[in-house]
C-alpha cells in the first residue's frame, strides 16, 4: 500500500472515530453548545423532522405501560404502537470516507439514525390515518435525553408505579429471579425517570395505581395534555385493534389481554426497599 493510501486510510478511521462517540456519550444528558453545533463540534441543524412533536411515555417496566398504550391507542386521533425500540436501530457507515461524506451534508451518524427513528414514526402515523403518535417502549426511558435532543418539541408522558410494586412483578414473572439484578434493573429506571422528572417541567406525570384506580380522570387530563378530546371508546380497549400481545413488544399476559382495566397490584408494605429506591419512593408519594 502506497504512503498516500495508507494516510487516506488512517485519515478516514480518524473521521469515523470522530463522528462516532461510544453510545453512552449519544445517551448521556445533552451539554449546553450552540444552536446549530453537534457534540463533536461542526455545523450540522438538524434536519427537518417529519413528526414533529412525538409523544413518549417514559416508564420502568412492569408499570402499566401496555395499559396506557392501549388505552391511548383506542383514540380515534391517537397512534400508540406495540414497543418501537428506536435505540435499537443504527445507521452503519460501512465504508471509511462516508462519515467524511456525511459530514459535507451537516449529517454525523446520531443525526442519521434520528432521521431514520423520524421516518419510521411519520410512516407508522401515516398509516394509521391519525395525527398523534405515542412510543411507550421502557427502554426509551434510558435515552430520554437523546430523544429530547432527536425531537426539541417533544411531548413526556412520565408514568410511575411503586418500585416496591415493580420488583414483585419482576420477581414473579422470573424463573429463578436474581434479586440483585432486579432491584438493580429497577434502579435503573428509577434514576432516570427521576433525572427526567426533574429535568422535564413541562412532562405529564401519572401514576400507575391512579390509572386503574379512576382511568376516566386520568385519561382525561393525559387528552388534555395531548391536545385531543376526551372519548370513552378509550376505557373499552378490549373492543379495539391494538395488534399483537407478545414477548418484547409489551406485556402478553392474560391480564392486558381481558381487554378489562384491572386493578393495580399493590406493593407488600412489609418489604424494605434499598435506600435510594425508597428515597425515590418517597419523592413520588408512595412512601411518607
Known amino acids: 500500500m502506497s504512503a498516500i493510501a495508507k494516510g487516506l486510510k488512517r485519515r478516514g478511521r480518524l473521521m469515523a472515530q470522530a463522528v462516532s462517540p461510544p ?83 451537516d449529517l454525523d451518524r446520531e443525526e442519521l439514525e434520528h432521521v431514520l427513528w423520524d421516518r419510521v414514526l411519520h410512516l407508522e402515523l401515516s398509516r394509521s390515518g391519525k395525527d398523534v403518535i405515542v412510543d411507550k417502549t421502557p427502554p426509551n426511558t434510558l435515552i430520554w435525553p437523546r430523544l429530547h435532543r432527536c425531537w426539541p418539541e417533544a411531548r413526556f408522558v412520565l408514568l410511575l408505579r411503586h418500585p416496591g410494586a415493580v420488583i414483585q412483578s419482576l420477581t414473579s414473572r422470573r424463573a429463578d429471579p436474581d434479586h440483585e439484578a432486579i432491584r438493580a434493573e429497577v434502579l435503573g429506571y428509577a434514576e432516570k425517570l427521576e433525572e427526567a422528572r426533574q429535568a422535564l417541567p413541562g412532562a405529564h406525570v401519572i401514576t400507575y395505581e391512579d390509572l386503574t384506580a379512576d382511568p376516566e380522570r386520568v385519561t382525561r387530563g393525559l387528552c388534555a395534555y395531548l391536545g385531543v378530546e376526551w372519548e370513552s371508546a378509550m376505557l373499552d380497549y378490549g373492543k379495539q385493534d391494538h395488534g399483537s400481545f407478545r414477548p418484547k413488544l409489551g406485556d402478553w399476559s392474560s391480564e392486558i389481554r381481558s381487554g378489562r382495566i384491572q386493578a393495580a397490584r399493590q406493593a407488600d408494605p412489609t418489604a424494605e426497599l434499598p435506600p435510594r429506591l425508597a428515597e425515590m419512593a418517597r419523592a413520588w408519594g408512595y412512601l411518607v
Open 23 to 105: 453510545r453512552r456519550t449519544l445517551d448521556a444528558i445533552p451539554a449546553q453548545r450552540p444552536a446549530g453545533q453537534t457534540a463533536e463540534g461542526y455545523a450540522a441543524p438538524l434536519a427537518p423532522r417529519l413528526v414533529a412533536s412525538p409523544v413518549f411515555v417514559l416508564s420502568s417496566v412492569r408499570s402499566g405501560s401496555t395499559l396506557l398504550r392501549v388505552l391511548l391507542n383506542s383514540h380515534s386521533r391517537v397512534r400508540a404502537p406495540h414497543e418501537m425500540h428506536l435505540r435499537t436501530v443504527h445507521v452503519r457507515m460501512s465504508r471509511e470516507f462516508t462519515a467524511d461524506a456525511m459530514k459535507e451534508l
